[in-house]
């Protein structure tokens, strides 16, 4: 079993940045890939960004190209999501997400909130 745990989200101006954190424990910690994922109210969770843990190949939505940065600190396993000039759409709740060959875990979120 897998634990993800998000921390780092609040309320935040518009331009404004914020980092979260998502640390994981459980079993011998491996995933394929790690990721972020976000859902606004009366929306559907859609993708952010998502990270290969071996090698650190990086993806991103277009809507957060170039203002996200995710990163990982295998030896902490810990992912990371760095998020300058923030706007009002990026409002959410954020996940955390661990992808392994048979199996995916979830996070419990944290809120996000951009004003204008």
């Known amino acids: 079993q897998v634990q993800l745990v998000e921390s780092g989200g609040g309320l935040v101006q518009a331009g404004g940045s914020l980092r979260l954190s998502c640390a994981a424990s459980g079993r011998s910690f491996s995933p394929y890939v790690m990721g972020w994922f976000r859902q606004a109210p009366g929306k559907e969770r859609e993708f952010v960004a998502t990270?290969?843990?071996?090698?650190?190949?990086?993806t991103y939505a277009d809507s957060v190209k170039g203002r996200f940065t995710i990163s990982s600190d295998n030896a902490k396993n810990t992912v990371y999501l760095q998020m300058n000039s923030l706007k009002p759409e990026d409002t959410a709740v954020y996940y955390c997400?661990?992808?392994?060959?048979?199996?995916?875990?979830w996070g419990q979120g944290t809120q996000v909130t951009v004003s204008s």
């Open positions: 990270i290969m843990w071996s090698g650190g190949s990086t």
């Open positions: 997400n661990a992808q392994f060959p048979l199996a995916q875990y």
